[in-house]
């Protein structure tokens, strides 16, 4: 790995301070401490020097015994602009961390009220966050010096973006004993600044940490949102967040619980932001039930088969009822492209999702599938086998709701065999391809041309 040498003259440093010569103190450090790329790019990290460092500590020490001025405010920064530069390199750091009194200093140095070193806040940030890179010991130690500091920042909403990246890489190596208030803060930064990627990585990290979780309640429903829109967001990617089992019991509970609020979308065209978080929920919950490691925990709660029942058969009857939310669209144009109106809904999904659930649920679990049955959710679950812009994939979670119901079930499969055709029902779908399904009035159906059927007529 290639270093770049470094020079320093204490004496000349020495001259500096006692002319109080801070610009030419300022151009020298500057100078000296200067980043420079290799030939990708890349910063070469500079050549580590006990001088160098102690030079860089005793003009620290200096400046923080003097009455602070305007003059001061281009040498503090650029003092903290050669640590931030200089701690790349690991044994700058290690240097740093085994001097009892270095980080005290700088703590010391951000205790003193003054304007002109709260300018410099930001790059003193920007040098911690460099001197814990990879570096267990420095994080220890950082821990134990800034620790309230940098929470006093996310709190104050300071140097966010400093003090989350800090937060977050503390917490690669150390067990941050955070509590709700310190979780209900994060949230509220998330929401604020949502740019800010190591927010986001700090909250993937809580929602695998179990005692997150027994705050989730607490939060409202704004944070709660977040909460399923960052686990939703990684299950998309195929990245799904490992939540401990205390986490997926609390979001089964807040949808059984809360399950029934999704009726209250029916006719309206503003729907309250608690179903949304409902139809999250399902989502999440849909999601965690085609994996294996949650599988068991998921199918020994008979509670959310009946809940995902009860509701699949209400908004399902209330599709039918009137043209409402739940209403199935078959509108040919708007199953390849789904109108953004429908698809921002809560519902929009929701039916599908409740039958990903129930047939995941029944999956090699006989108490499960005799329980859809006993509950008599089969036609019903049959009778959503169509096409539905408002329900993407819908056929297709029926299919292997279907398949799961049926394994080595032989009381379901006598359910589904014993089925009766009661007609054809019309469908637009097959309307605008210009065809329709006729029945012989025996257990054959037909697909005829409209045009074939009228020249008959």
């Given at each position: 790995?290639?270093?770049?040498?470094?020079?320093?003259?204490?004496?000349?440093?020495?001259?500096?301070?006692?002319?109080?010569?801070?610009?030419?103190?300022?151009?020298?450090?500057?100078?000296?401490?200067?980043?420079?790329?290799?030939?990708?790019?890349?910063?070469?990290?500079?050549?580590?020097?006990?001088?160098?460092?102690?030079?860089?500590?005793?003009?620290?020490?200096?400046?923080?015994?003097?009455?602070?001025?305007?003059?001061?405010?281009?040498?503090?920064?650029?003092?903290?602009?050669?640590?931030?530069?200089?701690?790349?390199?690991?044994?700058?750091?290690?240097?740093?961390?085994?001097?009892?009194?270095?980080l005290l200093n700088v703590v010391s140095f951000m205790n003193l009220q003054s304007e002109i070193i709260q300018n410099a806040f930001q790059i003193i940030l920007q040098f911690l966050f460099n001197l814990i890179i990879s570096n267990?010991?420095?994080?220890?130690?950082?821990?134990?010096v800034f620790?309230?500091?940098?929470?006093?920042?996310?709190?104050?909403?300071?140097?966010?973006?400093?003090?989350?990246?800090?937060?977050?890489?503390?917490?690669?190596?150390?067990?941050?004993?955070?509590?709700?208030?310190?979780?209900?803060?994060?949230?509220?930064?998330?929401?604020?600044?949502?740019?800010?990627?190591?927010?986001?990585?700090?909250?993937?990290?809580?929602?695998s940490d179990g005692n997150f979780w027994k705050c989730y309640k607490k939060f409202d429903i704004n944070k709660r949102a977040a909460v399923l829109g960052v686990i939703r967001d990684k299950q998309i990617k195929g990245e799904a967040i490992k939540i401990p089992i205390i986490g997926l019991k609390v979001l089964i509970n807040q949808f059984v619980t809360s399950g029934k609020i999704i009726f209250q979308t029916v006719g309206t065209k503003d729907s309250r932001l608690e179903a949304y978080e409902i139809s999250q929920l399902a989502q999440v919950i849909s999601s965690y039930c085609s994996n294996e490691d949650y599988l068991k925990v998921l199918q020994s709660d008979k509670d959310l088969l009946i809940n995902s029942g009860v509701l699949l058969i209400n908004i399902h009857r209330l599709g039918k009822e009137s043209e409402n939310c739940f209403t199935s669209i078959q509108n040919l144009s708007e199953i390849r492209e789904p109108n953004k109106n429908i698809q921002k809904h809560p519902a929009f999904g929701f039916k599908a999702d409740l039958i990903r659930i129930i047939g995941n649920l029944c999956w090699k679990n006989k108490i499960m599938q005799d329980l859809t049955r006993e509950a008599e959710?089969?036609?019903?679950?049959?009778?959503?086998?169509?096409?539905?812009?408002?329900?993407?994939?819908?056929?297709?979670?029926?299919?292997?709701?279907?398949?799961?119901?049926?394994?080595?079930?032989?009381?379901?499969?006598?359910?589904?065999?014993?089925?009766?055709?009661?007609?054809?029902?019309?469908?637009?779908?097959?309307?605008?391809?210009?065809?329709?399904?006729?029945?012989?009035?025996?257990?054959?159906?037909?697909?005829?041309?409209?045009e074939t059927l009228r020249s008959q007529k």
């Open positions: 790995m290639m270093f770049r040498p470094i020079s320093v003259n204490l004496e000349t440093v020495d001259g500096y301070l006692q002319q109080n010569n801070y610009s030419a103190l300022e151009l020298y450090l500057k100078t000296e401490f200067r980043l420079e790329k290799d030939e990708t790019g890349v910063p070469l990290k500079i050549e580590f020097s006990t001088k160098a460092v102690d030079l860089l500590h005793q003009i620290l020490k200096t400046i923080a015994q003097q009455n602070l001025t305007k003059n001061h405010e281009g040498i503090i920064k650029e003092l903290f602009r050669s640590l931030r530069n200089y701690v790349i390199n690991p044994d700058v750091q290690t240097y740093i961390v085994n001097d009892e009194f270095f267990k010991s420095a994080v220890d130690k950082v821990y134990d620790y309230p500091t940098i929470l006093t920042f996310l709190k104050d909403n300071k140097y966010v973006y400093e003090s989350s990246a800090l937060l977050y890489n503390m917490s690669l190596y150390k067990d941050l004993n955070l509590d709700c208030g310190i979780y209900n803060c994060l949230l509220e930064l998330y929401d604020s600044h949502n740019s800010v990627e190591y927010l986001y990585f700090m909250l993937e990290k809580l929602i959710l089969i036609p019903v679950i049959l009778d959503c086998c169509n096409m539905d812009a408002r329900n993407p994939f819908i056929m297709q979670w029926v299919i292997l709701a279907v398949r799961n119901l049926c394994e080595n079930n032989l009381e379901n499969q006598k359910i589904i065999a014993e089925l009766h055709q009661q007609g054809t029902v019309s469908s637009s779908v097959l309307q605008e391809l210009g065809i329709t399904l006729e029945s012989d009035g025996d257990k054959s159906i037909k697909i005829v041309s409209l």
